[in-house]
C-alpha cells in the first residue's frame, strides 16, 4: 500500500499537508520518502565557511556524490553573516547561493543547519562576539542577556540572521526546485524554561518565512531533549568521543553501544532512526601529541566498519558523517581549544574508500531502505554479535556480523553460520567465514538485483547494474581469503572466467555457487544457460574495490542528476583515482576526473560506447576485450611544479608593537573607559575600569592593552606591576613596563596573576606605559565548563576575555592592514622571520612571490613551519586571508593547507607573518623555518577558481589609514 501512494505523489506536485509540511519529504517508521521515493539518507558534512572560496565548493560537492553519498549537510556561521548588529552578510564567500546551485547540478541533497548555535568548535559556537555580550533582560536579570533563550534581547538578536539566512534556505527548498531537503533548528540544546520556548519561536518563524520542509532538533545523545518540539528528532554520535583525538591511544576503543535501536523505537515511534550527526573523524585541540594523523588512526577504517554497520543494525536509515571534507578554521574562527586546522581526520582526506564501498552498496540495494530487526544473535558463534534485518515485502535479509567486544581484540574467529529463508549453514564447501578482530561484514541473502536472485554472497556486495540485458553483480573481499556466493540459475551454466582469481562453480538443483578468494585486481565471471538467463559477477579484491567508480548518468526533467529520481548507472569504471562525472552521448562515453600517474582501467558499460573522452580529451588507447568490456590508460604527464624558496627571498620587516613607546600616538585603539559591566564574571580589583575586551568589540586575536601612570621622585616608587589576566585555556600575555620586556604570563591556565617586579631604573619621572599583549584564542563553547561557571549553562559563552584605564586594539600591525597585499613595505628595512627580532616584541615580516603553475592540475599547496619548539606565537596571513596561526611551545599544527583562490596560482602572492616573541632565547624570537610545499599533483581538479583577495587600500587606504 505504501508504495502504490508513493507512486501516485512522485507524478503530483508536492502538496502541502494539513500541518503545513510539504509532502515533497515524507518518512514512515522504515525511512524518509523524497518526492515519492523511499531514501536512504547517505550524507557527508561539509561547512563552506571552511573552505572560503566558493569556486572550490563545487570539488567537495563532486567527491560526495562521487563517493556515493545523496546528501550534504551544512552549518551556517551567524559571527559571519551577521558580524554587527543590523549588518547581514550573504555576498562573497558568504553567498551560498552558488553552493545549492552546484549541488542541485551535481544531483545531491541538501540539509541545512543554521544553528542559530553550531558548537562546531569554532568561537563561541557561531555567535557573534556582539550577540554574545547583549545585555540582560532588566529587571529581572542584571547580567548578560540569557542566550538560547527566549530572553527578550537574544531574541531581538537573532531576528536578523534568521530573516536573512532562512529565507535562502527557503528559496532553495526542494519545494521550489532547489537541494534543501531538512532544516535542523539549534543544535545540541536542551529542554527547559526558556529554551522549548526559544526552539519554537525559531520555528515559527522559519515557517512564516516560508519554510514547508520538516525540521528537526540534533540532541547531544540519547538524551530525549526537544522530542516533540520539531518535525523530526536526531542526535548525534561520536562513540570515540568528539576532541583531543591527537591524544588518544587508537588501539584502545570503548564497548559499542547497543541502545540506538530501542532508544529510537521508544522516543520517536513512527520515525526514521536518524544520526544529524555521526562520527566521521574528530576535532583535535591545541597542543595535541599525535595530531590528525593519529585521529585519521584512531577513527579510521576499521571504526568506520564496525561503528556505522552497527548503526545499521539498529535501524538507521538516515546518517550523516560529521565531517566529510573539515577544512580550515582560518582567521580567529576557531574556538578556545582549537587549532586552525579543521583535518578532522575527515574521509575526504583518508577513509574515502570505505565510505564509498558503505555508500554504493546502500545506493544500490534499496531492499536495505526497509527492514525489520529479526534477531540478535550473541550465543551461536562465541564473541561474534550477529545482527539480523528483514524486509518485510521481499524477504531479503542482511546478517551484520562484529565482534562482541572490540576494545582491546585482535583477534580472528572462524566460524560457519545458517542463513536465509533455506536456513543454509554458510560456507557450504567446508571452509569458514572469518571475523577479523576489528572488522565487521554484512551477508546479504534472498535478493534481487535486476531480473536476477542472489541467494546469498558471503562477499560484500559493492553495487549492479544492468549491461545489455543481463544482470552484473559487483562484489569484494580480502585477497586469500574464501567467500561462496549462490544464486538463483536452472540449466546448464557455461562459466567464462577473466582476471587472475581462480574461481569455481557447482550447480545443484536450480542453484549454482561460486567459491573463490579474491586475488589482486578485478576478475570477471561470466555465467550464461541456454534459456538466456544470464549473470555476470565482478569480483574485485578490496583494495580494487575501492578504485570501482559507479557515476551517474543525467536523466531528463527536474533533478536530473539524483540517483533515485531520473539519473542511471548503467557502467563502472575500475582503477582510477576519482571519477567526478560522467555522460554518455551517442557513442562517446565522456569522464571527468583526476589521475596522479598513467592509469589503465578497465570499463563495463553498455555496448553502444565506442569512444571514450577523459577531462574533455579523446583517449586513443580504448579497445574492447574479447568479454565486451573496455580497457584504455588514462595518461598523466608531471608537470614542472615551480614553488619559491621562502627561505632565500626578501623579505621586509617592521616592528609591531610602537605601543610601547612613550611618544606613541594610540593610533586606531580605542579608549577602555567603561565603569561598568553586566559580565558574570567580576573583576577582581584595579577599579574603576572595566578591561574586558569583549565589552569594547574585541571578540577574537591578539589584543594590546596600554595604559599610563605617573610617577615621580616624590611618589613612592612601585615596586611590582600585578596583571590578573583571563583568557582561554592555550592564552598567553606579555607584559611590558616602558620600553622593558616584564615576562609573560603562558602556564596553560584559564587566568593567570602575576607580579612582575619593576625596578627603579625601569620607571619614568613623567608618564609610565604598561602595555600588556594578551591572545584571545576565541571563545568557549556552550557547556565546556559546566561544572564551574556561575549562572550554568549560557554562561560558558560570555567569559571574559581580558584584564581585570586603558587603551585597547588588535596588533599594530593588523590595525596598519601590513598583512594586506598591496601595502607598500618598500621602504621597512630587509630582514627575514629567520633572523626575527632582537628582543621580547611583536614583528611583521612580509614577502612576495610569483607564481605560474600549470592548467589543469590539482596541486595542493602547504605553508610548512619548523617544528621546533619555541616560545613564540606567528600568524600566517596570506593575501590577506590569515590562514594560519602557530604556537610554536604548544603545537602541535606545522603545516597549513592553503587552497588556490586563497593563493593565485597564476600571479603575485603576499605571504605575512606576525612574529610575537614570548621569550628572550634564539628559538623564542625567530622562525627556524617556513616552506611552501605541494602535497600532490593531480591531472584534472576544478579548473576557473577565482581568486578575491581585497588589497590594502581597498580595506585601509580608503579609510584614511597612513602607510
Ligand atoms: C557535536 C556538535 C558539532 C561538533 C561535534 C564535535 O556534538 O554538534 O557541532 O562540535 O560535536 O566535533
Given at each position: 500500500m505504501v508504495q502504490l501512494f508513493i507512486l501516485l505523489v512522485a507524478n503530483c506536485q508536492p502538496q502541502l499537508s494539513y500541518n503545513g509540511l510539504t509532502t515533497a519529504i515524507e518518512w514512515d517508521n522504515y525511512s524518509f520518502f523524497i518526492l515519492g521515493n523511499r531514501t536512504f539518507i547517505q550524507s557527508g558534512e561539509f561547512h563552506m565557511w571552511r573552505l572560503p572560496v566558493p569556486s572550490l565548493w563545487r570539488d567537495i560537492i563532486q567527491k560526495a556524490k562521487a563517493a556515493g553519498l545523496n546528501t550534504i549537510s551544512v552549518y551556517f556561521h551567524w559571527g559571519l553573516i551577521n558580524p554587527r548588529p543590523g549588518e547581514v552578510d550573504l555576498t562573497g564567500i558568504n553567498d551560498y547561493q552558488p553552493f545549492f546551485d552546484a549541488a542541485k547540478e551535481e544531483g545531491i541533497w541538501v540539509i541545512a543547519r543554521p544553528g542559530p548555535y553550531i558548537n562546531s568548535e569554532t568561537s563561541t559556537g557561531g555567535i557573534p562576539g556582539h550577540v554574545a555580550w547583549i545585555p540582560g533582560d532588566p529587571p529581572w536579570n542584571l547580567y548578560n542577556g540569557e542566550l538560547r533563550s527566549n530572553d527578550t534581547f537574544y531574541h531581538a538578536a537573532w531576528q536578523d540572521y534568521w530573516t536573512g539566512v532562512i529565507s535562502l534556505i527557503s528559496k532553495n527548498q526542494v519545494t521550489n526546485g532547489g537541494p534543501v531537503i531538512l532544516l535542523q533548528i539549534e543544535n545540541e540544546y536542551y529542554n527547559g524554561p526558556g529554551q522549548n520556548q526559544y526552539v519554537d519561536q525559531l520555528r515559527q518563524r522559519a515557517i512564516q518565512l516560508g519554510v514547508v520542509i520538516p525540521t528537526f532538533v540534533n540532541d547531544a545523545g540519547e538524551f530525549d531533549n526537544l522530542v516533540n518540539d520539531t518535525d523530526l528528532y536526531g542526535f548525534d554520535a561520536y562513540p570515540l568521543s568528539a576532541s583531543g583525538c591527537g591524544n588518544a591511544n587508537p588501539a584502545i576503543w570503548p564497548a559499542i553501544p547497543t541502545t540506538w535501536r530501542a532508544y529510537f523505537d521508544a522516543t520517536v515511534p513512527g520515525k526514521p532512526h536518524f544520526f544529524p550527526e555521526f562520527q566521521g573523524g574528530s576535532a583535535d585541540n591545541w597542543g595535541s601529541t599525535g595530531g590528525y594523523a593519529n585521529c585519521r588512526e584512531l577513527v579510521g577504517y576499521n571504526f568506520q566498519r564496525v561503528f556505522y554497520h552497527q548503526m545499521w543494525a539498529d535501524g538507521a536509515t538516515a546518517e550523516n558523517f560529521y565531517m566529510f571534507y573539515g577544512g580550515t578554521t582560518w582567521s580567529q574562527l576557531p574556538y578556545s581549544q582549537g587549532y586552525t586546522s579543521y583535518d578532522y581526520g575527515a574521509p575526504i582526506t583518508a577513509k574515502y574508500g570505505e565510505l564509498k564501498l558503505q555508500s554504493l552498496f546502500l545506493r544500490s540495494f534499496t531492499d536495505f531502505y526497509m527492514t525489520d530487526l529479526i534477531k540478535t544473535d550473541t550465543t551461536t558463534v562465541p564473541n561474534v554479535f550477529i545482527t539480523q534485518l528483514q524486509n518485510p515485502l521481499s524477504k531479503s535479509s542482511f546478517y551484520i556480523f562484529r565482534p562482541n567486544s572490540v576494545a582491546t581484540t585482535n583477534t580472528t574467529i572462524n566460524f560457519q553460520y545458517n542463513i536465509g529463508q533455506a536456513n543454509t549453514l554458510v560456507p557450504q564447501n567446508g571452509a569458514s567465514l572469518t571475523l577479523l578482530g576489528r572488522d565487521s561484514f554484512v551477508i546479504a541473502t534472498d535478493l534481487s538485483f535486476g531480473t536476477s536472485k542472489l541467494q546469498y554472497s558471503t562477499a560484500s556486495l559493492l553495487t549492479f547494474l544492468e549491461l545489455d540485458g543481463s544482470d552484473l553483480l559487483v562484489v569484494y573481499g580480502y585477497t586469500g581469503m574464501p567467500y561462496e556466493m549462490a544464486f538463483e540459475l536452472s540449466g546448464a551454466v557455461t562459466q567464462i572466467i577473466t582476471g587472475p582469481t581462480q574461481v569455481t562453480g557447482k550447480a545443484t538443483n536450480g542453484t549454482y555457487i561460486l567459491n573463490f578468494s579474491p586475488s589482486t585486481g578485478v576478475t570477471l565471471v561470466n555465467l550464461t544457460t541456454p534459456s538466456g538467463q544470464d549473470i555476470a559477477v565482478l569480483i574485485a579484491d578490496y583494495n580494487a574495490a575501492t578504485q570501482i567508480w559507479q557515476p551517474t548518468i543525467a536523466g531528463r526533467g527536474n533533478f536530473v542528476n539524483y540517483v533515485g529520481m531520473s539519473a542511471s548507472t548503467p557502467l563502472i569504471v575500475s582503477?582510477?583515482?576519482?571519477?567526478?562525472n560522467a555522460s554518455l552521448d551517442e557513442q562517446n562515453l565522456a569522464l571527468w576526473g583526476d589521475v596522479g600517474e598513467n592509469t589503465k582501467i578497465e570499463i563495463f558499460g553498455p555496448s553502444v560506447i565506442a569512444s571514450l573522452t577523459w577531462n574533455n580529451d579523446l583517449v586513443q588507447t580504448l579497445t574492447q576485450t574479447g568479454t565486451g568490456t573496455w580497457q584504455a590508460i588514462i595518461p598523466f604527464s608531471t608537470p614542472l611544479v615551480s614553488l619559491p624558496d621562502l627561505e632565500s627571498a626578501t623579505w621586509r620587516y617592521r616592528d609591531s608593537l610602537p605601543e610601547i613607546q612613550p611618544d606613541f600616538d594610540g593610533f586606531a585603539m580605542v579608549p577602555a573607559n567603561q565603569t561598568t559591566t553586566t559580565s558574570v564574571f567580576p573583576p577582581y580589583y584595579g577599579e574603576p575600569w572595566i578591561l574586558y575586551a569583549d565589552q569594547y568589540g574585541f571578540h577574537a586575536g591578539n589584543l594590546v592593552w596600554r595604559g599610563t601612570f605617573m610617577h615621580n621622585s616624590s611618589t613612592t616608587a612601585p615596586t611590582a606591576i600585578n596583571i590578573s589576566s583571563s583568557g582561554a585555556v592555550n592564552y598567553a600575555a606579555s607584559v611590558w613596563l616602558n620600553t622593558n620586556y616584564l615576562g609573560a604570563s603562558d602556564t596553560r591556565a584559564r587566568t593567570n596573576n602575576n607580579t612582575f617586579p619593576v625596578s627603579d631604573e625601569s620607571l619614568i619621572d613623567g608618564e609610565n606605559t604598561v602595555v600588556v599583549l594578551q591572545d584571545h584564542m576565541g571563545g568557549d563553547l556552550s557547556g565546556q565548563d559546566m561544572c564551574c561557571t556561575p549562572g550554568g549553562r549560557a554562561r560558558d559563552l560570555q567569559q571574559p576575555r581580558g584584564l581585570q584605564g586603558y587603551y585597547l586594539g588588535g596588533l599594530y600591525g593588523e590595525r596598519a592592514g601590513?598583512?594586506?597585499?598591496?601595502?607598500?613595505?618598500?621602504?621597512?628595512?630587509?630582514?627575514t622571520p629567520f633572523q626575527g627580532i632582537a628582543q621580547p616584541g611583536v614583528g611583521f615580516f612580509r614577502t612576495t612571490f610569483q607564481l605560474d603553475l600549470p592548467e589543469n592540475y590539482d596541486i595542493p599547496l602547504s605553508f610548512v613551519f619548523d617544528s621546533t619548539i619555541g616560545h613564540y606565537r606567528s600568524q600566517l596571513y596570506v593575501n590577506g586571508w590569515q590562514m594560519g596561526k602557530r604556537i610554536a611551545n604548544i603545537g602541535p599544527q606545522t603545516a597549513f593547507p592553503v587552497h588556490e583562490g586563497i593563493l593565485d596560482y597564476h600571479g603575485i602572492n603576499t605571504v605575512v607573518l606576525s612574529l610575537w616573541a614570548l621569550g628572550n632565547g634564539t628559538a623564542d624570537r625567530a622562525i627556524p623555518s617556513f616552506k611552501l610545499v605541494a602535497n600532490g599533483t593531480y591531472a584534472g581538479g576544478i579548473q576557473g577558481i577565482s581568486t578575491n583577495n581585497p588589497d590594502w587600500t581597498e580595506l585601509r587606504g580608503n579609510f584614511g589609514v597612513p602607510l
Amino acid at each position: 500500500m505504501v508504495q502504490l501512494f508513493i507512486l501516485l505523489v512522485a507524478n503530483c506536485q508536492p502538496q502541502l499537508s494539513y500541518n503545513g509540511l510539504t509532502t515533497a519529504i515524507e518518512w514512515d517508521n522504515y525511512s524518509f520518502f523524497i518526492l515519492g521515493n523511499r531514501t536512504f539518507i547517505q550524507s557527508g558534512e561539509f561547512h563552506m565557511w571552511r573552505l572560503p572560496v566558493p569556486s572550490l565548493w563545487r570539488d567537495i560537492i563532486q567527491k560526495a556524490k562521487a563517493a556515493g553519498l545523496n546528501t550534504i549537510s551544512v552549518y551556517f556561521h551567524w559571527g559571519l553573516i551577521n558580524p554587527r548588529p543590523g549588518e547581514v552578510d550573504l555576498t562573497g564567500i558568504n553567498d551560498y547561493q552558488p553552493f545549492f546551485d552546484a549541488a542541485k547540478e551535481e544531483g545531491i541533497w541538501v540539509i541545512a543547519r543554521p544553528g542559530p548555535y553550531i558548537n562546531s568548535e569554532t568561537s563561541t559556537g557561531g555567535i557573534p562576539g556582539h550577540v554574545a555580550w547583549i545585555p540582560g533582560d532588566p529587571p529581572w536579570n542584571l547580567y548578560n542577556g540569557e542566550l538560547r533563550s527566549n530572553d527578550t534581547f537574544y531574541h531581538a538578536a537573532w531576528q536578523d540572521y534568521w530573516t536573512g539566512v532562512i529565507s535562502l534556505i527557503s528559496k532553495n527548498q526542494v519545494t521550489n526546485g532547489g537541494p534543501v531537503i531538512l532544516l535542523q533548528i539549534e543544535n545540541e540544546y536542551y529542554n527547559g524554561p526558556g529554551q522549548n520556548q526559544y526552539v519554537d519561536q525559531l520555528r515559527q518563524r522559519a515557517i512564516q518565512l516560508g519554510v514547508v520542509i520538516p525540521t528537526f532538533v540534533n540532541d547531544a545523545g540519547e538524551f530525549d531533549n526537544l522530542v516533540n518540539d520539531t518535525d523530526l528528532y536526531g542526535f548525534d554520535a561520536y562513540p570515540l568521543s568528539a576532541s583531543g583525538c591527537g591524544n588518544a591511544n587508537p588501539a584502545i576503543w570503548p564497548a559499542i553501544p547497543t541502545t540506538w535501536r530501542a532508544y529510537f523505537d521508544a522516543t520517536v515511534p513512527g520515525k526514521p532512526h536518524f544520526f544529524p550527526e555521526f562520527q566521521g573523524g574528530s576535532a583535535d585541540n591545541w597542543g595535541s601529541t599525535g595530531g590528525y594523523a593519529n585521529c585519521r588512526e584512531l577513527v579510521g577504517y576499521n571504526f568506520q566498519r564496525v561503528f556505522y554497520h552497527q548503526m545499521w543494525a539498529d535501524g538507521a536509515t538516515a546518517e550523516n558523517f560529521y565531517m566529510f571534507y573539515g577544512g580550515t578554521t582560518w582567521s580567529q574562527l576557531p574556538y578556545s581549544q582549537g587549532y586552525t586546522s579543521y583535518d578532522y581526520g575527515a574521509p575526504i582526506t583518508a577513509k574515502y574508500g570505505e565510505l564509498k564501498l558503505q555508500s554504493l552498496f546502500l545506493r544500490s540495494f534499496t531492499d536495505f531502505y526497509m527492514t525489520d530487526l529479526i534477531k540478535t544473535d550473541t550465543t551461536t558463534v562465541p564473541n561474534v554479535f550477529i545482527t539480523q534485518l528483514q524486509n518485510p515485502l521481499s524477504k531479503s535479509s542482511f546478517y551484520i556480523f562484529r565482534p562482541n567486544s572490540v576494545a582491546t581484540t585482535n583477534t580472528t574467529i572462524n566460524f560457519q553460520y545458517n542463513i536465509g529463508q533455506a536456513n543454509t549453514l554458510v560456507p557450504q564447501n567446508g571452509a569458514s567465514l572469518t571475523l577479523l578482530g576489528r572488522d565487521s561484514f554484512v551477508i546479504a541473502t534472498d535478493l534481487s538485483f535486476g531480473t536476477s536472485k542472489l541467494q546469498y554472497s558471503t562477499a560484500s556486495l559493492l553495487t549492479f547494474l544492468e549491461l545489455d540485458g543481463s544482470d552484473l553483480l559487483v562484489v569484494y573481499g580480502y585477497t586469500g581469503m574464501p567467500y561462496e556466493m549462490a544464486f538463483e540459475l536452472s540449466g546448464a551454466v557455461t562459466q567464462i572466467i577473466t582476471g587472475p582469481t581462480q574461481v569455481t562453480g557447482k550447480a545443484t538443483n536450480g542453484t549454482y555457487i561460486l567459491n573463490f578468494s579474491p586475488s589482486t585486481g578485478v576478475t570477471l565471471v561470466n555465467l550464461t544457460t541456454p534459456s538466456g538467463q544470464d549473470i555476470a559477477v565482478l569480483i574485485a579484491d578490496y583494495n580494487a574495490a575501492t578504485q570501482i567508480w559507479q557515476p551517474t548518468i543525467a536523466g531528463r526533467g527536474n533533478f536530473v542528476n539524483y540517483v533515485g529520481m531520473s539519473a542511471s548507472t548503467p557502467l563502472i569504471v575500475s582503477g582510477l583515482y576519482l571519477v567526478r562525472n560522467a555522460s554518455l552521448d551517442e557513442q562517446n562515453l565522456a569522464l571527468w576526473g583526476d589521475v596522479g600517474e598513467n592509469t589503465k582501467i578497465e570499463i563495463f558499460g553498455p555496448s553502444v560506447i565506442a569512444s571514450l573522452t577523459w577531462n574533455n580529451d579523446l583517449v586513443q588507447t580504448l579497445t574492447q576485450t574479447g568479454t565486451g568490456t573496455w580497457q584504455a590508460i588514462i595518461p598523466f604527464s608531471t608537470p614542472l611544479v615551480s614553488l619559491p624558496d621562502l627561505e632565500s627571498a626578501t623579505w621586509r620587516y617592521r616592528d609591531s608593537l610602537p605601543e610601547i613607546q612613550p611618544d606613541f600616538d594610540g593610533f586606531a585603539m580605542v579608549p577602555a573607559n567603561q565603569t561598568t559591566t553586566t559580565s558574570v564574571f567580576p573583576p577582581y580589583y584595579g577599579e574603576p575600569w572595566i578591561l574586558y575586551a569583549d565589552q569594547y568589540g574585541f571578540h577574537a586575536g591578539n589584543l594590546v592593552w596600554r595604559g599610563t601612570f605617573m610617577h615621580n621622585s616624590s611618589t613612592t616608587a612601585p615596586t611590582a606591576i600585578n596583571i590578573s589576566s583571563s583568557g582561554a585555556v592555550n592564552y598567553a600575555a606579555s607584559v611590558w613596563l616602558n620600553t622593558n620586556y616584564l615576562g609573560a604570563s603562558d602556564t596553560r591556565a584559564r587566568t593567570n596573576n602575576n607580579t612582575f617586579p619593576v625596578s627603579d631604573e625601569s620607571l619614568i619621572d613623567g608618564e609610565n606605559t604598561v602595555v600588556v599583549l594578551q591572545d584571545h584564542m576565541g571563545g568557549d563553547l556552550s557547556g565546556q565548563d559546566m561544572c564551574c561557571t556561575p549562572g550554568g549553562r549560557a554562561r560558558d559563552l560570555q567569559q571574559p576575555r581580558g584584564l581585570q584605564g586603558y587603551y585597547l586594539g588588535g596588533l599594530y600591525g593588523e590595525r596598519a592592514g601590513w598583512h594586506l597585499p598591496g601595502y607598500d613595505d618598500s621602504l621597512w628595512e630587509e630582514r627575514t622571520p629567520f633572523q626575527g627580532i632582537a628582543q621580547p616584541g611583536v614583528g611583521f615580516f612580509r614577502t612576495t612571490f610569483q607564481l605560474d603553475l600549470p592548467e589543469n592540475y590539482d596541486i595542493p599547496l602547504s605553508f610548512v613551519f619548523d617544528s621546533t619548539i619555541g616560545h613564540y606565537r606567528s600568524q600566517l596571513y596570506v593575501n590577506g586571508w590569515q590562514m594560519g596561526k602557530r604556537i610554536a611551545n604548544i603545537g602541535p599544527q606545522t603545516a597549513f593547507p592553503v587552497h588556490e583562490g586563497i593563493l593565485d596560482y597564476h600571479g603575485i602572492n603576499t605571504v605575512v607573518l606576525s612574529l610575537w616573541a614570548l621569550g628572550n632565547g634564539t628559538a623564542d624570537r625567530a622562525i627556524p623555518s617556513f616552506k611552501l610545499v605541494a602535497n600532490g599533483t593531480y591531472a584534472g581538479g576544478i579548473q576557473g577558481i577565482s581568486t578575491n583577495n581585497p588589497d590594502w587600500t581597498e580595506l585601509r587606504g580608503n579609510f584614511g589609514v597612513p602607510l
